[in-house]
T-cell receptor
């Protein structure tokens, strides 16, 4: 069945460092792809999305490009802040939504 | 708009007790979902309701029942709680009309501990 594999954490970075969180997927159809973020004690919030190959989703300085040839949707940010500390989930949707296990990011001042 | 709301935020139950988790959305979405989140396992779908009046099992339905009370409300019931049901429970909703990406919108979660 459809599935998402994302980079295991935790990831610890210093402020202003470059962030990459890897995400690859397996799907029989043409999924929509998402990154969600979960701040401590809160529910998941949609961070960005892409609906077709080569689409780039972006929000709050984060970006991810839908790569059909490598079945990937890696999350990147050029300069992380302490406030970006959270758990990040990659997800795909075909008939239903499938989530990765989550990657915890901690950014230190 | 409040979005998706859940009650209670926290609950402690003894093994064998029952309880109902409440969820409501004010976005006029037709689909609603219940997930559980356990460490290292991401989110697992318990039940979903594609539209008012319908419910279907997800990946981990055993030990749970649901009711889609109306378009706004979707409740999750634990009839006889077990320690394995200790988890954080999230409700979500989605608008499946049109040709959108059908992203889901989440509530703040209920942290349940069963002793």
């Amino acid at each position: 069945g459809d599935s998402v594999t994302q980079m295991e954490g935790p990831v610890t970075l210093s402020e202003e460092a470059f962030l990459t969180i890897n995400c690859t997927y397996t799907a029989t159809g043409y999924p929509s792809l998402f990154w969600y973020v979960q701040y401590p004690g809160e529910g998941l919030q949609l961070l960005l999305k892409a609906t077709k190959a080569d689409d780039k989703g972006s929000n709050k300085g984060f970006e991810a490009t839908y790569r059909k040839e490598t079945t990937s949707f890696h999350l990147e940010k050029g300069s992380v802040q302490v406030s970006d500390s959270a758990v990040y989930f990659c997800a795909l949707r075909t008939d239903d939504m499938r989530f990765g296990a989550g990657t915890r990011l901690t950014v230190k001042p | 708009n409040a979005g998706v709301t859940q009650t209670p935020k926290f609950q402690v139950l003894k093994t064998g007790q029952s309880m109902t988790l409440q969820c409501a959305q004010d976005m006029n979405h037709n689909s609603m979902y219940w997930y559980r989140q356990d460490p290292g396992m991401g989110l697992r779908l318990i039940y979903y309701s594609a539209s008012e009046g319908t419910t279907d099992k997800g990946e981990v339905p055993n030990g749970y029942n649901v009711s889609r009370l109306n378009k706004r409300e979707f409740s999750l019931r634990l009839e006889s709680a077990a320690p394995s049901q200790t988890s954080v429970y999230f409700c979500a909703s989605s608008d499946l009309r049109g040709t959108g990406a059908y992203e889901q919108y989440f509530g703040p979660g209920t942290r349940l501990t069963v002793t």
